[in-house]
């Protein structure tokens, strides 16, 4: 179905909300698109090291590679701070805001990070390293225990968390209910639609998920407001498979 576009409406891209690594990145690395970065961060962890080190300049390189050995020869926690989380701290200093989030990622995997050791790393660092962990869980979880930081980052609104909680691990694990509400926060907050994992799977054929994005649209439109393009590319989406009639679906319906 061809829907009518309005101007799509002005968007936040987060950058009053966290700053703690903005000062040092001209100074330790030379930046790539952010959207590179962001596919790296998706990647395999072996990629992703490899992105990282072919970027950074070598006073940076170093501090990392000893980081990462000082992670793997000390992993776990130990006491009320591990060497590594002291690490964590240092990244954006030593790699630059660019890589930061990607240091901090290799770090805990060095360091083998169980999800105890992610859920106080999140709770007790910074919006910055609360950000790594996110990422970081869809390669050091395996099952949905860590789903309790995604639902935390979901309730913030901090857009920059907000991205990074729905990359591939709440792709994976995270419930339909939740699930649309996120998709429904990133149009609310003006985070785009391209930071949600595996989109096109997830919103196939939600018939309950295409309901709250037209509830959501008429809702703006009735106060003379615009309608985010966003909203229109998922409900496309939505409409990409038509269950048959009768059938169940597959998500389930919203109570």
Known sequence: MTHHRTTPAARTDGSQDTQDDTQDTQAHSTRTPQATLDTALTSSLDDLRRHLTGHLDPAARTWLEHALAEAAAHPGMHGPISAWELRLAEAGRRCGAGYADAARVLILEAARADTDALTRVYFQGTADERRAVLHALPHLVSGPGALPLVEDALRTNDTRLLSAALGPYAARYLGPHDWRHA????????VSVDHVADLPRRARGDGELARMLGDYAAERTAAGRT???????????????????GTDHPHGKES
């Open 227 to 245: 309608v985010p393009e966003d909203l229109y590319r998922v409900l496309d989406l939505t409409e990409s498979v038509t269950p048959a009639p």
């Open 183 to 190: 998709v429904l926060k990133c149009l609310f907050t003006g």
